[in-house]
Every structure is written in structure tokens, then in C-alpha cells.
């Protein structure tokens, strides 16, 4: 079997997002999965710096480098998406106010174990 790749993953999980969810997406391949929510369904994304209402990645050209996923990937805003706080966000999520939460991992065990994502560049 040959293993799937991050936007075959992405594409995937963006599948199972239902019409109206709302969702938030973390660092890493969730933040692929706007690209892939299919044509039709209303998904209210989030993303963990303080956007609700996120859009799919911007084509080259039409980027707003003040525009960022929680992967600091430039991404966009769907028509009445708003900004706030990055505190008032995670109390979105930790609150339960969204339907789905996708969190990136930077290494998972065979038991499930998560371990932290690393955003640091080198």
C-alpha cells in the first residue's frame, strides 16, 4: 500500500467537514484543508491567530502578506469574516463554540500519542 501524501491527507479529512460546520484549523496539513472542502458546503473555517470566516489560499499575485493561517501561510478571507484576538480565539475552541477541531501533529505514536508541532525555522 503506498502511504498517502499531506495533500492527499488534507483532502481527506477536508471530506468528512460537514455543510455548516464550523471549524478550526491547526498547524500544519489542516491548513491544507480549505483547498479541499468540496465545491457547495458551507464551512465556517477558523484559524488559531484570530480568523473566522478563513478562505482558501490566495493565488499568487493576489496575496496579503497581513493574511495568515496558523501555519503563517498566506491565506484568505470569505465575504463577513472577522479578526480577533489569538486568546479569544483558542477560548473558541477550548470552549466548545466550534464543531470541529483539526489539530496538526508533529509526530503521533501507534498509540495516539500526539507530540508538539515545531514552528520554529532553522
Do not use: C
Not at 501524501?5 to 480549505?34: E, F, K, T
Not at 484570530?50 to 491565506?75: R, Y
Not at 470569505?78 to 477541531?101: E, K, N
Request: charge should be negative.
Amino acid at each position: 500500500m503506498t502511504p498517502l501524501n499531506r495533500h492527499q491527507i488534507a483532502w481527506r479529512a477536508a471530506q468528512d467537514i460537514w455543510d455548516g460546520a464550523y471549524v478550526n484549523l491547526g498547524v500544519g496539513m489542516p491548513s491544507l484543508a480549505p483547498d479541499y472542502i468540496p465545491k457547495g458546503r458551507e464551512v465556517v473555517l477558523q484559524a488559531e491567530v484570530g480568523i473566522l470566516g478563513m478562505g482558501p489560499t490566495p493565488k499568487p499575485g493576489n496575496v496579503d502578506p497581513d493574511i495568515f493561517n496558523a501555519s503563517t501561510q498566506p491565506t484568505s478571507f470569505v465575504p463577513g469574516g472577522s479578526t480577533f484576538s489569538h486568546t479569544d480565539s483558542f477560548l473558541m475552541i477550548r470552549g466548545g463554540h466550534l464543531d470541529i477541531a483539526m489539530l496538526g501533529a508533529f509526530e503521533v505514536s501507534e498509540k495516539g500519542d500526539l507530540a508538539n508541532w515545531n514552528t520554529a525555522t532553522r
